[in-house]
């Protein structure tokens, strides 16, 4: 079975031929499965934002291919246009991109310009609404008159509202408090498992990834140095550190457990699983 997306070898180039040149992304490959959550991680400047630009056709690579089911994005102008319904991109901070006068109308914008009838955006709306935990009284509402938190799920819910094979997040958490960013994190695992969809997640913290990831992708200076299974990036401390980045918090209980002599997993990167490993240690799991 083919991926969803499949990235082979592009390359990005700013500023081409000017004294400003910059070169973005250099020969980034990978594959994204129905179904996969996939977390981007690396540096402010790695490249992590220029990449997704190019997964819905925002940006066309210098050179290399963004194949959707198997198909070039590019191979034509109508097929380059459905993309950008098929995988939603919600940028940082999305709520700053609010501009209708009722919630309703915001999360509406998509569909509408899908070409949908009245009765299957009311659908749509309704049941992103309910995906990005949007109460139904919320939405003849103003955007403007909502908090932080409500207007990223007002936005969220607007992506979602296109019903997108692949939903692509950049920072989706960034400025919220801890129980805002847990609430927003399964707001998209439910989509995620409703739709069977692929999820691609840039995020800066590792406790995000590392709790909803099923593969990392480590970026720095425009490459891909790092791909894995979070247990397997995350036992390569050093070398993540040698980039910029760090293991979640509870990698580093372990890690100096494992330092003091204690015979414990030092890949351990969620609480469940510490607590698993600690209760082991007790001498069985607790029923």
Not at 41 to 65: A, D, E, F, M, V
């Amino acid at each position: 079975m083919n991926p969803i997306l499949q990235i082979n070898n592009i390359s990005y180039t700013y500023s081409d031929d000017t004294p400003f040149r910059h070169e973005a992304l250099h020969d980034v490959s990978f594959a994204l499965e129905r179904g996969e959550f996939l977390g981007v991680i690396g540096r402010t400047g790695s490249g992590k934002s220029t990449l997704i630009q190019h997964l819905n056709g925002l940006l066309k690579p210098c050179s290399g291919t963004v194949l959707f089911d198997g198909k070039d994005i590019w191979s034509d102008k109508q097929f380059t246009r459905s993309i950008r319904f098929r995988v939603g991109l919600v940028f940082q901070y999305p709520e700053y991109q609010l501009f209708e006068e009722t919630v309703y109308d915001d999360i509406a914008f998509g569909p509408k310009n899908m070409g949908l009838d009245k009765a299957e955006i009311d659908r749509r709306v309704r049941r992103a609404a309910g995906f990005a935990g949007i109460p139904e009284e919320t939405l003849s509402r103003s955007p403007f008159d909502l908090s932080g938190g409500q207007k990223r799920r007002v936005a969220i819910a607007g992506v979602i509202a296109m019903e997108p094979d692949v939903l692509v997040l950049d920072e989706p958490t960034a400025g919220l408090d801890p129980l805002g960013q847990e609430m927003i994190l399964e707001n998209i695992r439910a989509y995620q498992r409703s739709q069977n969809a692929g999820v691609i997640m840039v995020s800066h913290s590792m406790e995000d990834v590392a709790a909803c990831a099923d593969r990392l992708l480590v970026m720095h200076e425009g490459c891909s140095i790092i791909t894995g299974t979070p247990q397997e990036v995350f036992s390569r401390p050093d070398a993540l550190r040698a980039v910029g980045l760090d293991v979640p918090e509870i990698t580093k209980v372990f890690l100096r457990l494992r330092e003091l002599g204690l015979d414990v997993d030092p890949s351990v990167y969620t609480v469940e699983q510490a607590k698993t490993a600690i209760l082991a240690m007790r001498g069985g799991v607790r029923k």
